[in-house]
């Protein structure tokens, strides 16, 4: 991977391969941890009201431009970034790369579509409660870390939208989609240089800095958790979904990846000790599984699982068994299990970056959150030995404290 920091300090991640489309994405810092309360919602809104128009293109012909040039389209918004991405054919890499662009420099955010656009934010709100397991996780960060940004939805709340204004998304485009602030990533078998010279051509208007009081006032602060089990009522749900939560804000790279080769074990696959002893032995959940999320204004270890009313302690009681057993790893793993694991892990890693636009948002996404988009084929190599000793003691560094949520 090549990576330059361009004039206007947009970071550009270049990675060759061999094929006939390209891959992109343009990655800002810009997502809900850059809000404060009186702007939830707003990461997400100015992502939607991106493509509402340009200064020369209006939305029906963005539309047809995008199912015209990409294979696939999208964006998203995150706690701690907001990412467009798309794949397309070499030969209509300038025009669609200029067409995101063009949409990313509008400053001239219109009131066209904009009450519209809010009703639908709305109804994704709505839709979004309606997901019982998501709605579980939610509670479960909101009893959890009330005093961090992810006690709240992305979107916001119903309230957070309707106080949305056009004026207040200018305003927060103009302190946060600045050029220190962007990454863009390129997985292609086009040249380097004509690469990015279609990216300088289309993005070197953007203002590089961020304000100096913007960058000294995010991410401060010390972790106060409320840990303990909360239980919460749902209109309409028939059984009960259960969210743990474990802080791992003060993990280190290299233990961050310890603890994904120990959730490979613990959590994820029908031989995982949770699966095993949840689903395969007691037939209480049909869906159980443990994930690592360490991005800024994360940084959680969940497990998740749905199960009936009425099995939901015994359910509980079988997880905290599972934790106990994860601490005292170093008596059920030894070192060919490990090796076994690592192998895994690597495959699977393997797998998802077959997919060419997967890996462009994995390189632009790390290279927001750890300033090294690099990172991505460090972890798919494996560059820590790890004992089975060392991964133990990190597991002992995390199950402790829980937030554990209980949606009946």
Known sequence: MKKETLENKIRFLYKYREGSHTSFSIALEAGANNENEEEIGYAHALEHMIFKGTSTLNEDEINRKLDELFGMNNAMTNFPYVIYYGTLY??????????????LTNEKISHYGFCEELNVIK?????????LEQ???????YNGFRDERISKIIIGNREDIEKITVDNLKKFYDKFYKGENIVVSVVTSLEY?????IIEKNLLSINPSLDINIKNDRFNGERTINSGIFKDVAKGNNGCKISYGFDISALNLREVTALKLFNLWFGEGVSSILYDNIRTKMGLAYEVYSSVKWEKGIEIFKIALSTDKASYKKALNIVDNCIEKGKKLDEILNDYELKKLIK??????SLELEKSIVLANRMAIYEILYNDGN????????????????????VNKVLKNPVVEVLL
């Open 90 to 103: 070499n030969d209509d890499f300038n025009e669609g790369f200029s067409l995101y662009s063009q949409m």
């Open 123 to 131: 109804q994704e709100s709505v839709e979004w409660k309606e997901d």
């Open 135 to 141: 709605l579980s996780e939610d509670l479960m960060l």
């Open 193 to 197: 240089d004509y690469v990015k010279n």
């Open 344 to 349: 895994r892990f690597k495959l699977k890693m």
């Open 375 to 394: 990172m991505v084929f460090n972890e798919l190599n494996m560059i820590y030995n790890y004992t089975v000793e060392e991964i133990k003691e990190v």
